[in-house]
């Protein structure tokens, strides 16, 4: 054991170097408490499934026909033997969402991996300096969530078109010497002035913490760096203040929860526990976004009872937060849950799961007229 803890050690990659962040290109309006919904609706399910769950959000090329791409995991229910990689695209020319298909299999991931694969979920998405399409999925073979690892996919197919679209593993993330079980991903990358990425994970088994893993701009894993020393904080969601100071929030699991915080002044090398922010958190996913200086967003659910409401808050120093509006309401066995956004062209797009049996999404701008 201890000779596979030292080869397992030498070959897994040091704490990454300082790294620069960057806000979305697009400009936000000086004032977010302006943001109306100017679309919204449901994202169109693979034909025959029930379930759906944890999307996340990728905006497209300026170029690409489409302007945002969606992947969510879908089946005849949550862990179901035939769960799948389900994707969608907002097309500029229709300004509808395309009927969903398929994109990843675990079947087929299994074969080309050389084993097994008994469950898929919880894909983030992110697109390499290539323009090729990456995505993290949480995989499991014997064993629950907990005993997870995360699949590293890229994209195969010439065309990232959805009719197109297709994925090859690069490997399993060497995360632990745990044959790198108990590592999950939620959330979505926060962009490297590199063209790099880094992406938010969490550990789960017994305890909860969350990690930060690095990597360059061609889809390579630089290293990782745990964010928090509290056992019950997970999910991160990563929002830039400036360049090299970054907040994340976090899913809280105990049962009177607030949405836990850390922060890191170095580019990543280091983070700190801060305190939680007054919010509460019903043990749910949050989604946060910085967009400049002075300028964060999170959806979140904002009841201890229930996921029955879901919000947009506006904050200008990470830690007091406004309500923007309601993005749902309803009622206590109602759930609007797994919240991702991104904002592209001067609009915040938000995905979320609607009673854990299909997708919905929002656009908001701060004028009407404005075009994805």
């Not at 991931?109 to 983030?124: D, K």
């Not at 659910?301 to 509006?325: E, F, I, K, M, P």
Request: charged share 15%; proline share 7%.
């Amino acid at each position: 054991m201890g000779a596979v803890l030292v080869l397992d050690l030498w070959q897994r990659p040091g704490a990454p170097p300082v790294a620069s962040g960057e806000w979305p290109t697009s400009p936000a309006p000086a004032d977010l408490a302006q943001l109306q919904v100017v679309a919204k609706g449901k994202i169109p399910m693979p034909v025959g499934m029930a379930a759906a769950h944890a999307s996340t959000l990728l905006p497209m090329p300026a170029s690409h026909a489409a302007a945002m791409t969606v992947f969510w995991f879908s089946g005849d229910r949550e862990s179901g033997p035939n769960v799948q990689i389900a994707a969608s695209q907002y097309l500029r020319a229709t300004q509808q969402w395309s009927p969903a298909r398929f994109v990843v299999n675990r079947f087929v991931m299994g074969e080309q991996l050389g084993y097994g694969l008994r469950r898929l979920g919880n894909p983030v998405a992110w697109m390499d300096s290539h323009g090729r399409v990456n995505l993290f999925v949480v995989a499991t073979g014997w064993g629950g969530w907990a005993a997870s690892r995360i699949l590293h996919l890229r994209q195969s197919s010439a065309s990232n078109g959805l009719a197109e679209l297709a994925f090859e593993p690069v490997r399993i993330l060497p995360l632990s010497w745990l044959w790198n079980t108990s590592f999950l991903v939620r959330n979505a990358t926060l962009p490297l002035a590199d063209g790099g990425m880094v992406l938010p994970v969490h550990f789960e088994l017994g305890i909860k913490y969350p990690m930060a893993l690095r990597f360059d701009n061609a889809g390579v894993y630089l290293g990782m760096v745990r964010m928090s020393q509290r056992p019950y904080m997970l999910q991160p969601s990563l929002v830039v203040q400036s360049p090299l100071q970054w907040l994340a929030y976090m899913r809280d699991e105990r049962p009177t929860g607030k949405i836990g915080v850390v922060q890191t002044k170095d580019g990543g090398q280091h983070w700190n526990d801060l305190p939680d922010l007054v919010l509460d958190n019903p043990d749910a996913a949050v989604a946060g976004l910085g967009l400049a200086q002075g300028q964060m967003l999170l959806a979140h659910n904002s009841s201890l009872a229930s996921r029955g409401t879901l919000d947009l808050s506006t904050s200008h120093d990470g830690r007091n937060w406004a309500l923007v509006q309601t993005l749902e309401r309803g009622g206590f066995d109602d759930e609007f849950s797994y919240p991702a956004v991104a904002w592209v062209n001067g609009s915040l797009w938000v995905s979320y799961t609607v009673d854990r049996h299909r997708i919905a999404w929002q656009r908001l701008a701060a004028t009407a007229g404005a075009q994805p």
